[in-house]
């Protein structure tokens, strides 16, 4: 069992920043790669993010290309997302998952562990 807990949610205007973190504990850390997905009211999850366990490959969807930044700090078992030029297209909660597949992958059906979440909500 891994355990994700978010934190850093909040209200910001647009062009705004936010730093999003996710702690983990039970197994090993560095042995999963970690998305960050996000749900807005009345559509589907989506993924935003994604980081392999051993820190060398970073994906992103194409809306936040530029703007986040997805990172991992193994030692402190956390994984970060930081929000940058934020827009009110950007309002959702925002899960982080682990992944023990091989690769990094952006189905969230293929995620084996989730938070519960953290709102974001983007005024303009």
């Known amino acids: 069992q891994v355990q994700l807990v978010e934190s850093g949610g909040g209200l910001v205007q647009a062009g705004g920043s936010l730093r999003l973190s996710c702690a983990a504990s039970?197994?090993?850390?560095?042995?999963?790669?970690m998305g960050w997905f996000r749900q807005a009211p009345g559509k589907e999850r989506e993924f935003v993010a994604g980081?392999?366990?051993?820190?060398?490959?970073?994906y992103y969807t194409d809306s936040v290309k530029g703007r986040f930044t997805i990172s991992r700090d193994n030692a402190k078992n956390t994984v970060y997302l930081q929000m940058n030029s934020l827009k009110p297209e950007d309002t959702a909660v925002y899960y982080c998952?682990?992944?023990?597949?091989?690769?990094?992958?952006?189905?969230?059906?293929?995620?084996?562990?989730w938070g519960q979440g953290t709102q974001v909500t983007v005024s303009s």
């Open positions: 039970g197994r090993t850390f560095s042995n999963y790669n």
């Open positions: 980081i392999s366990r051993n820190d060398i490959g970073t």
């Open positions: 998952a682990a992944d023990w597949s091989p690769v990094v992958t952006r189905s969230a059906r293929e995620y084996d562990y």
